[in-house]
């Protein structure tokens, strides 16, 4: 049988995916999301809790004070789940670039002395916040059940809004990642912008509070088109999202081709400055 | 003996380098680059420029500044690797000596895909298998099974074959008792045999060995060695990076000589060494010795 051969030189070209050699490594990254679970929940005595309480009390919190303290406007619908329904892709969002941020330089150890292909770690970490996520979305049933909330036909689009949040999630994690392995002060940096990435996303309030001249450059942010999608697929909001969504998808492509193509010409030499 | 190039069929070349070269840059290594650093050097340039400028025109014919450590200068960088062509045929045992800082990491490194090269490319034909350290990937909180099936998965081989091959693993590590122990309370034996059980069921076509395996007592050392011969009689290329010349002679039918990143000289390891001996025993350390080290007595 032919050996395959391989050729090592310096990174040609703007984009050079290998999608081939991905493939071969896909058992790798089952095994890295299955390690980051595992160790994420061992040792623990909630264990699989954890990915419940952060949302669900986030949700409480902003129900007391930004609901019934501040009275922000909720479209009409219960604080908790209006809150809720926005936390859980939120939560996943928030979780998925911090740990794509730290996931270069924890591997710094296997980087050096391993060849596999990189992207694999921060597609794994981003990948790995998804049983967190299936865990906080057992609860949103229950509220949807509590509140009476009757799913509409445009929940079987709700994976399409998932993906979008994976891919913006991924295309960050992707500039992050290798930004944090070349300048090791991003990783402080990163939980404050996510702060105030949540604050220009329709977390809290509902994005018709937007004036409508600024509504383009709100649709912008990926989030947007992600909450906004949740709420209207899973509430069965009235409002269809049109050029909003479209917004949000293109800046998504945006970002993670230019993440692709950043952290394709750093992977060669990330060995070196981890 | 060498046989002459025309007669060697192509496919039967394993491992091709040509005109390697990779640079690193030294200096700011060690020191991390803050994104502030990064900033206030790019702030800097104009006014240090400006300044240049300003000096430049009072004191004629004087030397300017240094230039800040981002510009790219010669005193910057260092070639690791500098211009490495050879070949390496299917099935051989190639032995890479040298002294420290020759170059020698770097070149299983960039073989091994780990770090692209600067200049210069290698074709290397069939799956390649690293050893430069055991046990990469291991986490402590997993036990000896869970590691065993990740590590081999970062090896690069597929979930059957290491189920396929797990019993062997096992027994060749000796550790069946405490396979489903986290790994955390194995001994520091236990931990290097499991890891190099694995590594040494990987079966590449291709394997790179580091002089860091020659960590371990003595019995570990010699099943390294066992094994490294093991692989080489099923016709599997390796490259053995050692200081040990015995090691090297006992294994090895080539050798390369890297000094300062380049080839100093290659051939048949009986005489590669002959050459690499001749050279650190020709200087005397200290006139007073004669070449055993032993004394002179001022009469003679």
Not at chain 2, 58 to 65: D, L, R, W
Not at chain 2, 170 to 184: L, N
Not at chain 2, 209 to 232: H, P, S, T, Y
Not at chain 2, 273 to 299: C, H, K, M, N, W
């Amino acid at each position: 049988m032919e050996k395959p051969l391989v050729r090592i030189a310096p990174t040609a070209g703007w984009l050079d995916l290998h999608l081939g050699e991905l493939w071969e490594y896909r058992e790798l990254l089952y095994f890295l999301i299955w390690r980051n679970i595992k160790v994420r929940y061992k040792q623990t005595i909630i264990g699989a809790g954890w990915a419940i309480v952060q949302p669900f009390f986030t949700m409480v919190i902003f129900t007391l004070f930004f609901g019934k303290l501040a009275g922000m406007p909720s479209e009409g619908l219960p604080y908790p789940i209006f809150y809720y329904s926005a936390l859980l892709p939120w939560v996943y969002f928030a979780n998925a670039l911090n740990q794509a941020t730290l996931t270069i330089v924890e591997h710094q150890r296997v980087i050096t002395k391993i060849y596999f292909p990189r992207i694999l770690l921060p597609l794994s970490a981003v990948l790995s916040g998804l049983v967190d996520f299936s865990f906080a979305f057992t609860i949103l049933i229950g509220m949807m059940v509590f509140y009476r909330v009757v799913p509409t036909a445009a929940t079987l689009l709700l994976p399409l809004f998932l993906l979008l949040a994976i891919s913006t999630a991924f295309g960050v994690g992707l500039w992050l990642s290798a930004l944090n392995a070349i300048y090791r002060d991003v990783r402080y940096a990163v939980p404050f912008v996510v702060q105030c990435w949540m604050f220009a996303s329709p977390v809290i309030y509902p994005s018709s509070l937007v004036p409508e001249r600024w509504r383009w450059l709100y649709a912008l942010n990926p989030m947007t088109g992600v909450i906004e999608g949740f709420r209207w697929a899973l509430l069965g909001q009235s409002k269809p999202l049109g050029s909003l969504l479209f917004a949000s998808a293109g800046a998504v492509l945006l970002l993670m081709a230019g993440g692709l193509v950043y952290f394709q010409r750093m992977e060669g030499t990330i060995a070196d400055v981890v | 003996m060498w046989a002459p190039t025309n007669l060697r069929v192509m496919s039967d070349i394993a491992i091709r380098a040509e005109g390697l070269s990779k640079k690193y840059r030294i200096g700011q290594r060690g020191r991390y680059q803050s994104l502030r650093d990064v900033l206030g050097q790019s702030l800097a340039v104009p006014i240090r420029w400006l300044r240049q400028t300003r000096d430049g025109m009072q004191k004629t014919g004087e030397e300017h500044s240094d230039p800040p450590p981002h510009v790219f200068s010669a005193d910057n960088f260092i070639w690791a690797l500098q211009d490495i062509s050879f070949e390496v045929r299917s099935g051989e045992i190639v032995g890479i000596i040298g002294s420290n800082g020759s170059g020698k990491s770097t070149l299983l490194r960039v073989l091994s895909r780990i770090t692209k090269p600067t200049v210069g490319f290698a074709e290397v034909r069939g799956r390649v298998g690293s050893l430069l350290e055991v046990g990469t990937g291991f986490h402590h909180e997993l036990t000896g099974r869970e590691n065993i099936y990740l590590n081999g998965a970062i090896l690069g081989m597929r979930k059957a074959e290491i189920a396929r091959k797990f019993n062997e693993i096992v027994a060749f590590a000796e550790v069946e008792k405490f396979i489903d122990t986290a790994v955390k309370h194995y001994s520091s034996g236990m931990w290097l045999r499991l890891a190099f059980a694995v590594a040494a069921y990987m079966e590449p076509d291709i394997l790179l060995v580091d002089e860091g395996l020659a960590v371990g007592d003595a019995g570990f050392q010699k099943k390294c060695i066992e094994k490294i011969r093991n692989v080489a009689k099923e016709g599997q290329t390796v490259l053995f990076v050692s200081h040990h010349i015995n090691q090297i002679q006992a294994l090895c039918q080539r050798c390369i000589w890297l000094e300062a990143g380049t080839i100093r000289i290659a051939g048949s390891t009986k005489d590669v060494v002959r050459a690499y001996e001749t050279a650190f025993t020709s200087t005397p350390l200290d006139a007073s010795q004669d070449s055993d080290g032993r004394r002179l007595s001022p009469a003679s």
